[in-house]
């Protein structure tokens, strides 16, 4: 991985626009939002403090984050509409899908008029996922119709509160606040591209955020923290997980958490989020998971010169938190979210429709054929 091709397919490599959001392995390895690096700001910051700082420029105050806080705690409430919408997805539907349809819906009942009106949106759109997918997520499996209010003033928090219909531990609402700062913003991702692509066009927010959600749906994508969690799920000891990765490399089969579209050596979220893991294992008393997962991190970079990216090691804290694994991508969505809206902010104070050329393969000149002479 240390000699990454930046050339051909994927406009890998390629500078597709501007940003003062974000930089992305610009020494091999580092992430900084606003020019914070992530290690400080995962370390010290709470979520919405993050989410402050990349939609509004700068970090808040005690008294700004205060009125932010509560400003996105007034925010939860879902309107009946939306409720019967939710209520109508299918319990074995994906809650990607379900994420989807829910910020679609939004947009219907609670529709962008005006780019004036962006941050009430995207306000919005923060305070009411998690109980978008709670909401959807409860009634289908338990048939219960929850209220989405709630006591914790963190985003995380309120998360694991509608989950599990109890308050979170200090320890499970801080994995969060970390796990939603690790996740809010990544520079030129795929699920971001998409989300700025759809606002050069001067669409309205909820259809960029749409747009993204999907974008983010897949396995190459956000959908690999999913993916990460039936890999190692198959193991029962290290051992087992070295001889099935083996197997999985020599079928050439791709490793879903490894390797990354620019980092190099390695990803710097990896450090931090295994770092939880490791004490979420300890509190569960796990002897399995974690375990079998610093396994498949040295088989990885022994065999293939292939790093955990941020996915690997959310599996298994996200597990040990109690947490549902087709729930896990949902909540990169209640993070990045910030990341995206932000993006689409940025690429309306300075917008040129994002309209690429193509390489064109297809045949020189093709003859006419009327229907009745074609094969
Ligand atoms: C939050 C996020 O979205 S992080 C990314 C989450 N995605 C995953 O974890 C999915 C698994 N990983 C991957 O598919 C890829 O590493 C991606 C999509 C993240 C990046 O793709 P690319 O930039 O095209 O990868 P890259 O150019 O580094 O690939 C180099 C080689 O390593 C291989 N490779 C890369 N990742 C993996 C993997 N996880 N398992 C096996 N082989 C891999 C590629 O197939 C390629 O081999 P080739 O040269 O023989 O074709
Ligand atoms: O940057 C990427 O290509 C993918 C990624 O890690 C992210 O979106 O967090």
């Known amino acids: 991985m ?7 397919a994927g406009l890998r490599g390629q500078v ?3 940003t003062a959001l974000c930089t992305v392995g610009q020494s091999g390895t580092g992430l900084t939002y606003r020019g914070y690096d992530i290690t400080d700001l995962a370390g010290n910051a709470q979520f919405e403090e993050v989410a402050y700082l990349l939609l509004r420029g700068k970090l808040p105050n005690q008294q700004e984050l205060d009125a932010y806080k509560a400003r996105l705690q007034g925010l939860r409430a879902l309107p009946d509409a939306l409720k019967a919408v939710l209520e109508q997805i299918p319990g074995d539907a994906h809650p990607m899908d379900v994420m ?3 910020c679609s819906m939004l947009g219907n ?3 962008e008029e005006d780019f004036s009106e962006q941050d009430d949106k995207i306000d919005r759109m923060l305070a009411v996922f998690p109980s978008i997918i709670t909401y959807w997520y409860r009634f289908v499996h338990e048939g219960v119709r929850i209220e989405t209010d709630g006591d914790c003033d963190s985003i995380g928090g309120h998360f694991l509160e509608l989950l599990h219909g109890k308050k979170p531990s200090e320890l499970h609402e801080r994995v969060m606040n970390v796990s939603l700062i ?11 591209f998409s989300a700025r692509v759809c606002a050069s066009t001067l669409s309205d927010i909820h259809s960029c ?13 956000g959908g690999a923290n999913e993916a990460a969690m039936a890999l190692i799920q198959q193991f029962k000891t290290p051992d087992e997980a070295e001889q099935g990765l083996l197997g999985m490399l020599g079928r050439k089969e791709k490793i879903m958490g490894f390797g990354h579209a620019v980092y190099r050596e390695s990803d710097p979220r990896n450090a931090i989020i295994k770092k939880w893991s490791e004490k979420l294992a300890q509190e569960v008393g796990d002897q399995v998971l974690y375990p079998v997962s610093v396994r498949c991190e040295e088989v990885m970079w022994r065999e293939k010169k292939l790093f955990c990216n941020a996915d690997f090691f959310h599996a298994s804290a996200y597990h040990f938190m109690g947490i549902p694994t087709e729930l ?5 969505v209640m993070s990045r979210v910030s990341g995206w809206t932000a993006h689409v902010k940025e690429q309306r104070e ?9 390489e064109y393969t297809g045949p020189d000149h093709a003859e006419w054929l009327p229907i009745e002479q074609r094969a």
């Not at 690790?182 to 971001?192: K, M, Q, V, W």
Request: net charge positive; proline share 6%.
């Open 100 to 102: 989807r349809t829910g």
């Open 16 to 18: 597709a626009g501007a």
């Open 350 to 358: 300075n917008n040129r429709i994002i309209r690429p050329s193509a």
């Open 109 to 111: 009942l609670e529709t």
């Open 209 to 221: 955020v749409t747009g993204a959600i999907g974008t983010l749906r897949g396995p190459l994508h």
């Open 328 to 332: 896990f991508t949902p909540i990169f």
């Open 2 to 8: 240390a000699e990454k091709k930046q050339g051909g």
């Open 182 to 192: 690790l996740y809010a913003e990544h520079e030129f991702n795929a699920s971001t």
